[in-house]
């Protein structure tokens, strides 16, 4: 595949979607997507978590929309596209870790153990840190998910934390703290050079 697959990764009011339209611009054969994905599986999974449906179910469905997702991703890899992915896999491992834990023992594995027919490895990904108080703020008054409170953000930004410790050579952690065009600036850089 001539192009390259890049995430963006950070809990709720971490400023990822801002800073990926932000690169979308200034990054030449550069194409925007995230997940959920606006198709009708995307939704589904929105309206499940409205619904307040099981964990598992919203595990499963965040997954099928991956799975459809990453086909046309491969499309715009093989067009040589740079794809600036806002949330993949490890929002679901970072989150649904956290879902799941009073529902199966080992999360983790359960979502990797899925995921191996289908992934695609990005080839770089942003993790975007900040304090919580900060995101939670930043979020305000628009409406909220099932996932947007405190003390279940702190442990979901903790294991973002772990995954990118443990594959220090895909990651870069941004201080989001920052403002956007610092920020911007700081993963133009390191796009540029990979
Ligand atoms: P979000 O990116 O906030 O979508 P939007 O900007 O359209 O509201 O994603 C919605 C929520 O879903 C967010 O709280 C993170 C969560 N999420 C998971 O729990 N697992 C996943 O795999 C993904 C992609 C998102």
Not at 74 to 86: A, Q, R, S, Y
Not at 124 to 142: D, W, Y
Request: proline letters at 3%.
């Amino acid at each position: 595949m001539k192009g390259k697959l890049i995430t963006f990764e950070g809990i709720d009011g971490s400023g990822k979607t801002t800073i990926v339209n932000i690169l979308g611009k200034m990054i030449e054969n550069s194409v925007i997507t995230y997940e959920p994905t606006n198709t009708w599986l995307g939704k589904s999974v929105k309206k499940a978590m409205d619904e307040g449906k099981d964990a598992m179910t919203i595990a499963l469905l965040f997954l099928a929309d991956r799975n459809e997702h990453i086909k046309e991703i491969k499309k715009w890899l093989d067009e040589g596209k740079i794809v600036l992915c806002d949330r993949y896999i490890d929002s679901t491992i970072a989150y649904q870790i956290e879902h799941l834990k009073k529902r199966i023992k080992n999360p983790e594995r359960w979502i990797k153990n899925i995921h191996e027919p289908f992934l695609l490895k990005p080839d770089l990904t942003f993790l975007f840190v900040l304090p919580v108080n900060v995101a939670i703020k930043r979020i305000g008054n628009r409406k909220k998910t099932i996932f947007e409170k405190k003390e279940f953000l702190e442990r979901v930004q903790e294991n973002y934390i772990k995954i990118a410790e443990n594959e220090k050579d895909r990651f870069v952690i941004v201080d989001a703290n920052k403002s956007k065009e610092d920020v911007a600036n700081e993963c133009y850089k390191k796009i540029k050079r990979l």
